[in-house]
């Protein structure tokens, strides 16, 4: 992509305001004007002042053509012009002045501005942000506010034009949210005014470049090894898991690990609104549901793929999340062969789970009767595991419990491990996943894999042979 290019969808039109209202986005098919701006230092200039005329003349002086996806050549070309511009207008800057100025020109140019930095600290996992002045992160399951900001509003809105227009998407007042990607696979959602009434808006799921595995869940008390040696048994023993949780209570990561423990000559077919999953398997196909076009055509829906899935003689159907009449589809291929097949769900609890899954399924719009939805679900899903994020920000698994039967209408389940909080000490959540004392009644088919599940790991006392 050439400088030209990327610059076109960034340059405010005359009535952008700053307060952030639509229609802020200018069409990216508009020339840009270069001509040379002279920099004037006034004495009275503030930091953000000298920065922003620095760069709107380097930026006059920079090669439209130029190819920015050259990253190393373009850093030199910008490092060398930074240089000269500051000896020509005698600016006189600290050594770290300099080179943060230099960095953030770079990243206005090259990235994604003040989000840069945020998008490069693998120790922020969410970076959020409220209108111009606000960005908050996540670190370690807490949100501490940044001292970083944009300019102003229109500042905000060309670094959401810059995420959102290489993937043909559009913000406006007619579509004011979006869902969308940045290139390294980050979950970014965008909302602006008028529907926000703070600016625009953006929250970006970072992509984690290195995965949580097994032994970190462990070591970050969000699991016990007995539970983990239980879950790794039933994955292997194909039974049908529904992770479920609130909003980012870490249902992906666990299904990501369990998703692991999948022997690596089978073949799993992975289906998701964006893609997340970073399955280790050597045989997996990625699908990934594709939102409407600009005209509103084009849709493919988890329904239309779970479908498809069928027939591509998968071994196992991994759905990243079922928020829709997707769940009749998932129940059906889960109660059709298609056994060890995953999948997460929004919910508040483990029964919640299974009252979110009946609704889902009544959106397919069968007209089906309760109580075969019922018997559905109890016949196709054998566990639900439960996460939360808790209140020192750490996410645990709090309860793993079986799907038994049916009595009467309602599903029974029966609690294998739930979490025990004895304690809430600085500020830290105190407590275990400890097992019930009850094993489950599909035993017999993780053992029919072959696998010997000691007693103990229930929290049963083995018996002598
Ligand atoms: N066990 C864990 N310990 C610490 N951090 C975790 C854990 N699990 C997940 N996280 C972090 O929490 C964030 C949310 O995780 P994840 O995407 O798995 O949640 P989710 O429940 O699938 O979210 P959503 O509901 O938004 O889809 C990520 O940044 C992830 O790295």
Redesign the pocket.
């Known amino acids: 992509m050439s400088l030209l290019k990327r610059l076109s969808g960034e340059v405010s039109t005359p009535n952008n305001h700053q307060d952030g209202g639509a229609g802020m986005l200018r069409s990216p098919s508009t020339p840009v004007k270069r001509v040379p701006t002279p920099v004037q230092p006034t004495g009275t200039d503030t930091y953000q002042d000298l920065k922003s005329r620095v760069q709107a003349k380097l930026l006059s002086t920079l090669d439209p053509s130029m190819d920015v996806t050259k990253v190393a050549e373009v850093r030199r070309t910008i490092q060398e012009l930074f240089e000269q511009i500051l000896n020509e207008e005698n600016i006189v800057l600290s050594r770290p002045e300099r080179a943060r100025m230099y960095e953030q020109i770079v990243a206005e140019i090259l990235g994604f501005g003040p989000l840069q930095p945020l998008l490069e600290d693998d120790t922020i996992?969410?970076i959020m942000v409220n209108g111009a002045r606000n960005i908050y992160v996540?670190r370690?399951?807490k949100i501490q506010r940044v001292p970083l900001s944009f300019e102003d509003n229109d500042h905000v809105m060309r670094i959401i034009e810059r995420i959102v227009a290489p993937l043909g998407r559009r913000v406006d007042e007619s579509s004011p949210y979006v869902d969308a990607r940045l290139p390294d696979g980050s979950?970014v959602n965008i909302v602006i005014p008028p529907i926000s009434l703070v600016g625009p808006v953006i929250t970006i799921?970072?992509f984690?470049r290195n995965?949580?595995t097994v032994d970190?869940?462990i070591q970050?008390g969000?699991?016990t090894p007995e539970a983990i040696q239980f879950l790794d048994a039933c994955v292997k023993a194909r039974i049908n898991i529904v992770i479920s949780?609130?909003?980012?209570?870490?249902?992906?990561?666990?299904?990501?690990v369990l998703s692991g423990f999948i022997p690596p000559d089978e073949r799993i077919i992975t289906i998701e609104n964006a893609a997340?999953l970073q399955l280790r398997q050597e045989h997996v196909v990625t699908l990934e549901s594709r939102p409407p076009n600009i005209e509103g055509r084009g849709e493919i829906t988890i329904r239309q793929l779970v479908i498809n899935a069928l027939r591509m003689r998968p071994d196992r159907i991994i759905v990243?999340?079922i928020r829709d009449e997707a769940a009749l589809d998932m129940l059906q291929a889960m109660n059709t062969g298609h056994d060890g097949s995953m999948t997460?769900c929004?919910s508040n609890s483990p029964r919640d789970t299974l009252a979110r899954i009946e609704t889902m399924t009544m959106m397919a719009g069968m007209d089906l009767p309760s109580r075969a939805i019922r018997e559905q679900i109890a016949s196709a899903i054998d566990l639900v595991i439960h996460?939360e994020?808790m209140r020192d920000?750490?996410?645990?698994v709090v309860s793993i419990s079986e799907i038994t039967g049916m009595e009467g209408e309602v599903i029974t389940m029966t609690d294998l491990f739930v979490f025990e909080q004895t304690g809430y000490e600085n500020g830290k959540v105190i407590g275990r996943l400890r097992p019930t004392g009850l094993r489950p009644k599909f035993m017999e088919k993780i053992e029919s894999a072959g696998i010997h599940l000691p007693p103990s790991i229930f929290g049963m006392m083995e018996r002598r042979r």
């Open positions: 996992t969410e996540e370690r399951g979950r799921r970072k984690a995965p949580i970190q869940l970050f969000s699991i949780g609130g909003t980012g209570s870490g249902k992906t990561t666990l299904l990501n997340e990243g999340e997460t929004h996460q994020r920000g750490t996410r645990k």
